[in-house]
């Protein structure tokens, strides 16, 4: 199977026992956070000695300078920023001047019909793949894509969700996992009794329903596996989340508000959509809330 012979980062292990773990273990390798600091700071650096000479640099894109430890030079990071300036003009000549009209309208008020809850992982923007366009889709993005139960308490999750689902009145909420999610790695990796300042770990703690049922169904099979088996268990987990959400449920039992999971498989990329089956006795989801709808997009 090509999840298994996959050699992305999936495959590789996180220890969460250690007080702080690296992001870099959490979304794969791409991601240079750690390196990426150390730049920002040099930056500020640079620009308070010589913000002029700093600009000139980015523009005339003169000779990198030496360092020492290997790092992203200064001018590396203006690179990318020319890059995101090429896009963003892109965007305006294509997009904004070209729909003026649309896009006035989009700055005044905001109607959009999703709030998506996704991973923050930078390989599942959806967006990107889903075709969604600015005022289409109400955004969130974590760890491992979870929602937290009502009792929980406060997080930034469910602060968008209230304000999407009372205040913009989106008619759909769409949790999407993936496949190779680090988060999800990281839960069914973690030591359950291990205490930790880790807030990678007490984040994705939210998921431990998931993995409890994921053990109990798949301890057979091998953690690669256990972890593709989690990670639509936790979608399925967060749908039922939504519902201890009393102003979520109102609206669901009340048919102005749908509930939908999403998978997508960035190795084989496909997307799997399905659609919470609420009959009114939908919070007790060990039990078994039945599901419909569902497609594979291949
Ligand atoms: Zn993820």
């Known amino acids: 199977m090509a999840f298994q012979s996959s050699s992305l980062s999936c495959s590789s292990s996180v220890d969460l026992r250690?007080?702080?773990?690296?992001?870099?273990?959490?979304?794969?390798?791409?991601?240079?956070?750690?390196?990426?600091e150390p730049t920002h700071l040099r930056l500020l650096d640079s620009f308070k000695r010589s913000p002029k000479a700093l600009r000139l640099t980015a523009v005339m894109g003169s000779p990198a300078q030496e360092t020492k430890d290997n790092k992203p030079k200064v001018e590396e990071v203006s690179d990318h920023f020319k890059e995101l300036r090429h896009?963003?003009?892109?965007?305006?000549k294509d997009k904004y001047l070209s729909n003026l009209e649309h896009y006035q309208r989009l700055s005044e008020v905001q109607t959009p019909k999703f709030m998506v809850i996704a991973c923050a992982d930078s390989r599942v923007c959806p967006s990107s793949i889903l075709g969604f366009q600015p005022g289409e889709a109400f955004v969130i993005r974590n760890v491992a894509n979870l929602v937290p139960p009502h009792d929980n308490g406060p997080t930034e999750t469910n602060a968008a969700l209230e304000f999407a689902v009372n205040s913009l009145e989106v008619e759909n909420l769409l949790v999407v996992g993936h496949s190779c999610c680090g988060g999800i790695r990281a839960l069914m990796s973690l030591d359950d009794e291990e205490n930790t300042s880790s807030f990678i770990r007490s984040w994705v703690f939210v998921g431990k329903p998931a993995k409890l049922k994921t053990k109990a169904s798949a301890s057979n099979l091998d953690l690669d596996q256990q972890c593709r088996h989690c990670e639509k268990e936790s979608i399925?987990?967060?749908?039922?989340?939504?519902?201890?959400?009393?102003?979520?449920?109102?609206?669901?039992?009340?048919?102005?508000?749908?509930?939908?999971?999403?998978?997508?498989?960035?190795?084989?990329?496909?997307f799997e959509k399905w659609t919470l089956d609420y009959k009114g006795n939908s919070l007790a989801?060990?039990?078994?809330?039945?599901?419909?709808?569902?497609?594979f997009w291949s």
């Open 87 to 92: 896009r963003f003009l892109g965007f305006k």
């Open 285 to 295: 989801p060990d039990d078994g809330c039945s599901i419909n709808n569902r497609e």
């Open 236 to 270: 399925n987990r967060s749908l039922f989340n939504l519902l201890t959400y009393p102003w979520i449920e109102e609206r669901v039992k009340n048919g102005t508000l749908s509930i939908h999971g999403g998978y997508y498989d960035f190795i084989d990329c496909t």
């Open 18 to 36: 250690r007080p702080s773990a690296k992001a870099s273990d959490i979304f794969g390798s791409q991601l240079r956070s750690l390196e990426i």
